[in-house]
């Protein structure tokens, strides 16, 4: 049997078998302990370090680092048996969030490889480098660069290269080479099974009938196998020999357009950041505009030379292509970061991607005509990338009779152009609707009123402590909720003028019918 | 360019005589020029319009303050109802987000009452009053926006320099800036005019009619100061409120039914 390879993917399988110890360490944890539990000694022996998760009733190990494995420790020990083996053992609990996030920080980082990238979690992750190992000088040269970064930020680490993810999984972790250029089958015959991915019980049952390899399955006959553990073996052998097509599913969407620029010396000044930025949209540019698409969320990642990576996401309105405006709009975006970017040690890849495209038609060249809108729309695109789209609204009219609910301020970024006012002009006329406030509170304020008939207009009340006579009141205007929400009792709108001038919109929650003592509420101001 | 020096000396006797007059009708070209440039909103009120020299003048800041706190409704209306009446550009509305949360958002059906298309408006909320004077001088520099309000509570942060830059983005653009104050402003400032805003008592003998303002001109560049009480309907723009009668209604018997209207 030859192995048919379906896919011409190449997989680097990044294992971190030191995850969580290594995160312990990086935050100075582990120093801080040390030097708590025994300030005197502050021998540069290095004592173990365990992480220890709770398993049934019982604590066990679930990570540890070097020094404890050197010494005997192994992973499920419990944590009893561990502690009296070695009392000067230091144990942490286990904390997969942080773990997950780690995990997450280093995937980012992986993104300058490859834009397919998905997390293999606990303490994994996949890069799909087809086609582009070449930029970094072969497989071999990318990989040896990851590791080296890894290495770098205190991580331990082993990686494997192969034609499948099943085969490249099991090579980091069981397999005795680092890398592996093809030949999967011969390759993986002598890894043990559970270096298929399969669940414990199924290595459990294989290892009773005397099959303990890999090579042992390969050649077995395909349907008492099948009978016997199920189907799900053959598919994982299947998998990592190439024989079924395994996809790798990113982690984060492939962006349609990406432009790119690696620095052999980082860059660090806002002011050089932007100038790149211009520099790429315009090669954006020319992508964009040979297929007749414009930008609407656009993101840029700056990857910083310790590993961080900085992500920075701005919208537009309207579809665009110009460099310039793509430029203003970062530099909008970069002025309002809460927290001013970080550089550290500075940048050596600036990435900037189109996460979303929409059609564009090319655009004549103004003689001056009509293009007021996209001259809103640019200040639009400023104003909310610097304050936030939601700050930045329009009006829309709904179709509601619910006053808080008839007009919705809706991001001036994605609000339609037609909304809706003609329509509500044409009801309001038909349906002879009394005066709307120009100005309404977000939620109607209670208020103490003094009403002299039961259903009449309020005599006098008070609102922020400040009493208020009514001398002129028109209403009332009934708005029941509508039945299929719990909008509670009908209100009773009224207009009323104070002694002042003032003009006010209040309204009577409940009928006195209803209840004994209705509230009053105060819902907007006139001019 | 130069022109060649031998032609200029040769001239030079008659240079005044003939230069002098060109430099004048320049000077009247340049003058009529910038008066044509900025226009002016009239308020339709003639005692009013001739102080201010025809109407509010565009390109220019303008500040309206009311004179307490909960006047500010009235206020905004006032501005507003200029805004209405400017071109049919965008309006941008710039808040804090306290006076929002204080005074009450704007409503679409009442803006649509006083007469701003609800379609003409963007609504910014800035956190902070210096977003709110930043994000006016950008809407200022945009030529698709023809008003700007900048509305702040209480009185800080907006000095001599800040109204002054106002002043110079409204001029170069021709938009109409406001900036909308809760209470009257103590500072300096560069403003073309400066009004105290605040409701007055409606004229309309049943129930509340329409606005009424109680307006207060405090400063003006162009003229004299005044104070005036101001009724605005939508239609007619302002008129000056006076103890006029209502339209009387029709005799009776002409008078459609209104339920033949409906039908």
């Known amino acids: ?527 | 360019m130069l022109v060649s020096p031998p032609l200029l000396v040769s001239d030079a006797p008659s240079e005044g005589k003939n230069l002098h007059p060109l430099r004048q009708a320049i000077r009247a070209c340049e003058a009529s020029g910038a008066r044509g440039e900025a226009d002016v909103i009239p308020l339709g009120v003639p005692a009013i319009d001739d102080v201010l020299g025809g109407g509010l003048i565009c390109g220019a800041l303008h500040e309206i303050a009311a004179p307490r706190e909960p006047d500010i409704a009235a206020a905004s209306g006032f501005v507003l109802a200029f805004a209405a009446h400017a071109s049919r550009k965008a309006a941008l509305w710039i808040a804090e987000d306290m006076a929002l949360i204080e005074s009450g958002a704007p409503h679409g059906p009442g803006l649509d009452a006083l007469g701003l298309a609800p379609e003409r408006l963007v609504m910014v909320a800035a956190a902070k009053s210096r977003e709110v004077l930043w994000a006016m001088e950008e809407a200022l520099r945009c030529r698709a926006v023809s008003v700007v309000i900048g509305e702040l509570r209480g009185d800080h942060a907006v000095d001599l320099v800040a109204t002054r830059r106002l002043s110079l983005a409204a001029t170069s653009s021709g938009a109409l800036a406001f900036l909308l104050r809760s209470t009257p402003p103590s500072q300096a400032s560069a403003a073309a005019t400066r009004w105290i805003v605040g409701p007055a008592p409606s004229m309309a003998p049943h129930g509340p009619g329409p606005p009424c303002f109680a307006v207060e001109l405090k400063r003006n560049r162009r003229g004299p100061l005044g104070a005036w009480m101001l009724e605005y309907r939508r239609e007619q723009h302002f008129r000056l409120a006076s103890a006029h009668p209502e339209p009387l209604a029709q005799p009776a018997l002409d008078r459609p039914h209104r339920a033949a209207r409906v039908a």
């Open chain 1, 1 to 527: 049997m030859s192995s048919i390879s379906v896919s011409r993917q190449r997989i680097l399988s990044l294992w971190l078998n030191r995850l969580s110890t290594d995160r312990i360490v990086r935050q100075g944890l582990h120093d801080q302990r040390k030097a708590a539990a025994s300030p005197a000694s502050s021998s540069p022996a290095a004592s173990p370090l365990a992480v220890a998760g709770k398993h049934g009733n019982v604590e066990r190990l679930v990570a540890i680092d070097a020094v404890a494995e050197r010494r005997g420790l192994r992973l499920g020990l419990a944590l009893a048996e561990a502690r009296a083996m070695h009392p000067d053992l230091t144990v942490f609990a286990q904390d997969a969030a942080a773990d997950a996030r780690l995990l997450d920080g280093i995937a980012d980082g992986c993104q300058r490889y490859t834009p397919l990238i998905a997390a293999d979690p606990p303490d994994g992750i996949l890069l799909d480098i087809g086609g582009c190992a070449h930029l970094f000088g072969g497989e071999a040269g990318l990989a040896a660069d990851l590791a080296s970064r890894l290495n770098a930020l205190g991580f331990a680490l082993r990686i494997a290269i192969a034609g499948t993810i099943g085969a490249a999984w099991a090579t980091a972790r069981f397999g005795p080479a680092m890398l592996q250029a093809s030949g999967e089958e011969r390759k993986l015959a002598p890894l043990p099974l559970a270096a298929l991915r399969l669940d414990a019980e199924t290595v459990a049952g294989l290892a009773r009938v005397g099959l303990k390899r890999i090579g042992d399955i390969i050649d077995l006959p395909r349907a008492p196998l099948a009978a016997r553990f199920g189907t799900a073996l053959l598919r994982q052998l299947d998998r990592a020999l190439g024989r079924e097509h395994e996809p790798l599913t990113p982690r984060l969407p492939v962006a349609p357009y990406v432009a790119e620029q690696r620095f052999a010396e980082p860059i660090a000044r806002e002011e050089d950041v932007l100038a790149v930025l211009e520099r790429l949209a315009s090669r954006l540019k020319s992508a964009l505009e040979r297929k007749g698409d414009g930008a609407r969320h656009l993101e840029l990642a700056l990857f910083r030379t310790d590993g961080a990576v900085a992500r920075i996401a701005a919208g537009t309105s309207r579809p665009i292509r110009n460099p310039q405006d793509i430029r203003a709009l970062f530099a909008e975006r970069l002025a309002g970061l809460a927290d001013p970017l970080d550089p550290g040690f500075g940048f050596d890849l600036v990435r900037l991607c189109v996460l979303t495209a929409e059609p564009s038609p090319p655009e004549q060249i103004g003689f001056g005509g009509n293009d007021d809108a996209a001259e809103l729309d640019r200040l639009v695109d400023r104003l909310s990338a610097r304050l936030g789209r939601r700050r930045v609204t329009r009006l829309v009219a709904q179709d509601s009779h619910i006053p808080e609910l008839a007009s919705a301020t809706v991001s001036a970024q994605v609000a339609p152009d037609d909304s809706d006012w003609d329509a509500f002009r044409a009801f309001r006329d038909t349906a002879d609707l009394s005066a709307r406030p120009l100005r309404l509170l977000a939620k109607p304020e209670p208020i103490e009123a003094l009403a002299m008939v039961p259903d009449g207009p309020p005599l006098r009340f008070r609102w922020r402590r400040a009493l208020h006579e009514v001398v002129a009141a028109e209403g009332p205007e009934r708005i029941e909720g509508a039945w299929w929400s719990e909008g509670g009792p009908a209100r009773d709108y009224f207009r009323v003028e104070d002694k002042t001038g003032l003009r006010f919109w209040l309204f009577r929650h409940g009928l006195y019918r209803d209840t004994k003592t209705p509230l009053w509420f105060l819902h907007g101001t006139f001019a």
